[in-house]
Nanobody, 115 residues
């Protein structure tokens, strides 16, 4: 299982970033996928999930209405579009295989929201 995140960086409050996660080593279309994050000095926080067949999405209350998860099963890629970013969104963002059970994660991509 390999999950490689990209797209992180520095954004201003109110700005946007789009994270990508390229998956390999397993049948991507068979698995629900998720994003999680860990802010400095805090525990891991689940952010969003998407069913394997793209039929249902789930969001933490803290990001609902601002973040959008999507996936392209033909490209073995899952995305997280982050709009209206806030300083409290600053964290290391991880791509996760699974939804209710974690079955692998990537190395993370850093998102920093600051003016």
């Amino acid at each position: 299982v390999q999950l490689v995140e990209s797209g992180g960086g520095l954004a201003q409050p109110g700005g946007s970033l789009r994270l990508s996660c390229a998956a390999s080593g397993f049948t991507f279309s068979s698995y629900d996928m998720s994003w999680a994050r860990q802010a400095p000095g805090k525990g891991l926080e689940w952010v969003s999930s998407i069913d394997n067949d793209v039929s249902v999405t789930y969001y933490a209350d803290s990001v609902k209405g601002r973040f959008t998860i999507s996936r392209d099963n033909a490209k073995n890629t899952v995305y997280l579009q982050m709009n209206s970013l806030k300083p409290e969104d600053t964290a290391l963002y991880y791509c996760v295989r699974g939804r209710l059970t974690i079955m692998g994660w990537g190395q993370g991509t850093q998102v920093t929201v600051s003016s």
